[in-house]
């Protein structure tokens, strides 16, 4: 599995966690049980640390979303920008690269002007992090 292929399976997983009051390992569960994807420690890994740190993301993405509050962001984007900045918060993905998969993500899952909206949520938290 790619790493690409990787984040999308984890994204997906955290997209629906975001529907579900399901326990992390319930929803790992019925996602083997439907095979639609695959699913490995990497996946379960990054789903997971995504999931458990999703209220400091949320918080990063409310101090960088100057037009949207949380709450009126749609859930395909904040699980696309949560994924991002765990990555860039907790794995040795270059910042570039997480934005650059976000905005991937952004292209294939949410309507054009999402994409505008997630690349520049990261951005300016981007900008923020090198300047640190």
């Not at 319930?26 to 999703?54: H, M, P, Y």
């Not at 270059?94 to 905005?103: G, H, K, L, M, Q």
Request: glycine content about 6%; overall charge negative.
């Amino acid at each position: 599995m790619t790493r690409s292929e990787i984040r999308e399976q984890a994204f997906i997983l955290v997209f629906e966690s975001l529907f579900r009051e399901n326990e992390i390992d319930e929803i790992i569960e019925l996602a083997k049980e439907t095979e639609e994807f695959e699913i490995n420690s990497d996946v379960i890994g990054l789903f997971k640390g995504t999931v458990e740190n999703l209220g400091g993301a949320t918080e990063t993405i409310a101090k960088y979303s100057e037009k949207r509050q949380v709450g009126r962001i749609p859930k395909v984007n904040l699980a696309v920008l949560a994924l991002a900045i765990y990555e860039i918060e907790h794995t040795d993905i270059p910042i570039n690269a997480a934005i650059s998969e976000a905005v991937n993500l952004s292209k294939k899952y949410t309507y054009e002007n999402d994409v505008s909206f997630v690349n520049g949520v990261l951005g300016a938290y981007a900008r923020d992090k090198e300047n640190v």
